[in-house]
T-cell receptor, first 112, second 114 residues
Framework: DGGITQSPKYLFRKEGQNVTLSCEQN?????MYWYRQDPGQGLRLIYYSQIVNDFQKGDIAEGYSVSREKKESFPLTVTSAQKNPTAFYLC???????????FGEGSWLTVV | LAKTTQPISMDSYEGQEVNITCSHNNIATNDYITWYQQFPSQGPRFIIQ???TKVTNEVASLFIPADRKSSTLSLPRVSLSDTAVYYC???????????????FGKGTKLSVKP
């Protein structure tokens, strides 16, 4: 089945810990994105990547880091520097010649 | 990228047609208008996309006037399961790059009542 897989669906983090959210796609898409969504709010862009080994900061990149070592994978690390990380995180991808963005099912991160 | 404006919320009843309008005054020549649907705790799902005039698929219709500064998503005969948030987005025709810093607003929260 083709698509975007995010894992885990729910994650709990203690304050001061780093956590990594996984995003894998088998759509052969070049571009990938990470968004954050707070309850009742819209989506805000954290990072995006157009090709392997390249990525750009979005509006709210502080406290987050990413890597793009493989075309299929775009993991997001929420570091301890992110002061308010509790949110719903969405990964998306886009094919090179397309003008549509496709989203994964999202991951909930809660700081306890 | 063009900023979009849409109503924060709308109410409807089952069986009615719902029209959600989005304004995008700064749309560029090569921009496409795209609508997404999002249910709680799920990723947004692509509904429909258009460039001009009218586009129809099995889920919705999209009406775009000649000046392309607004668009209307039309959902025929809504049901309770259409209760969701609907986002209007302007996407560039892509010829090899990403969309860059895509701006999502808060969307329109549609509530369908029995």
């Amino acid at each position: 089945d083709g698509g975007i897989t995010q894992s885990p669906k729910y994650l709990f983090r203690k304050e001061g810990q780093n956590v990594t959210l996984s995003c894998e796609q088998n759509l052969n898409h070049d571009a990938m994105y990470w968004y954050r969504q707070d309850p009742g709010q819209g989506l805000r862009l954290i990072y995006y990547s157009q090709i392997v080994n390249d990525f750009q900061k979005g509006d709210i990149a502080e406290g987050y880091s990413v890597s793009r070592e493989k075309k299929e994978s775009f993991p997001l690390t929420v570091t301890s520097a992110q002061k308010n990380p509790t949110a719903f995180y969405l990964c998306a991808s886009q094919r090179t010649s397309g003008n549509t963005i496709y989203f994964g099912e999202g991951s909930w991160l809660t700081v306890v | 990228l063009a900023k979009t404006t849409q109503p924060i919320s709308m109410d409807s009843y089952e069986g009615q047609e719902v029209n959600i309008t989005c304004s995008h005054n700064n749309i560029a020549t090569n921009d496409y208008i795209t609508w997404y649907q999002q249910f709680p705790s799920q990723g947004p799902r692509f509904i429909i996309q258009g460039y001009k005039t009218k586009v129809t698929n099995e889920v919705a219709s999209l009406f775009i006037p000649a000046d392309r500064k607004s668009s209307t998503l039309s959902l025929p005969r809504v049901s309770l399961s259409d209760t969701a948030v609907y986002y209007c987005l302007v996407l560039k025709a892509n010829y090899g790059g990403s969309q860059g810093n895509l701006i999502f607003g808060k969307g329109t929260k549609l509530s369908v009542k029995p």
